[in-house]
């Protein structure tokens, strides 16, 4: 009989109250995204990916509704409802999006966003959903009365989001939405690597302000894990000229 994976000691994200390991399980490739992987994750390994990932030592993971425009959520949904939900103290993280078909970053579009999370994932509260990838839009838009940062906040008060976090690529954006004091947690992702040093003034105001930050694609995507001849591709793109 196999042994239970021991698990791994866990910290508090930020002042959110959520206890999470130091590690956290990224389901980006469980929406089957070879343009972006440049591999695909057919439906039975990602179902499987999932099973060993809520029954293993790491007690987080951070998908989004733009992951396959939803199939990385709703592969999850389908274990969550084998299971019964999640398991007791297991901590999921999304990231609401615009419409990838029109660019819609509006805040309707977010509680939009949300609502069909909530449905593929199955559950009736999120834990943690993130302002995903505001370089869409503008500071200001996102910032506006009855924008996407507003929306998120009243989904907060409603009950339906526990926590709201904020997660994109340019430093110095993510930056102004920190300073607005809107957010819980933050995420970076290709910026804090070997050879990529630039979130650390990020990192350093988040941690200034007591939020949870998530380092992510700390393998610039996969290169400084796998190797240039195994994956030549740096950040979601070829590498060739970036490294």
Not at 45 to 61: K, S, W
Not at 187 to 209: F, G
Not at 225 to 236: Q, T
């Amino acid at each position: 009989m196999a042994t239970p994976p021991t698990a791994l000691p866990a910290r508090p994200l930020g002042s959110t109250g959520l206890q999470v390991t130091s590690l956290c399980v990224g389901c980006a490739p469980l929406g089957d995204m070879p343009d972006t992987f440049a591999y695909s994750v057919s439906e039975e390994q990602a179902l499987a990916t999932v099973r060993a990932m809520l029954g293993g030592p790491i007690n987080y993971c951070d998908t989004a509704a733009s992951y396959g425009d939803g199939e990385s959520e709703r592969r999850i949904g389908l274990v969550l409802r084998e299971m019964g939900g999640l398991p007791p103290g297991f901590v999921l993280g999304t990231k609401a999006d615009r419409n990838l078909q029109t660019g819609d970053f509006s805040g309707d579009q977010m509680r939009r966003s949300v609502e069909r999370s909530l449905r593929l994932l199955g559950l009736d509260t999120l834990q943690l959903v993130f302002l995903h990838d505001p370089e869409h839009t503008t500071f200001e838009l996102s910032m506006a009365p009855g924008g996407p940062v507003e929306m998120l906040l009243r989904l907060k008060d409603e009950g339906v989001i526990q926590h709201v976090g904020v997660a994109g690529g340019p430093i110095d954006l993510s930056i102004r939405f920190v300073e607005t004091g809107a957010f819980e947690a933050v995420i970076t992702h290709n910026r804090y690597t070997l050879l990529n040093r630039s979130a650390e003034p990020l990192l350093a105001l988040a941690a200034a302000r007591g939020l949870g930050v998530l380092n992510a694609a700390p393998y610039g995507s996969g290169i400084l894990a796998k190797g240039p001849d195994a994956y030549p591709r740096y950040a979601y793109q070829q590498a060739e000229g970036l490294v």
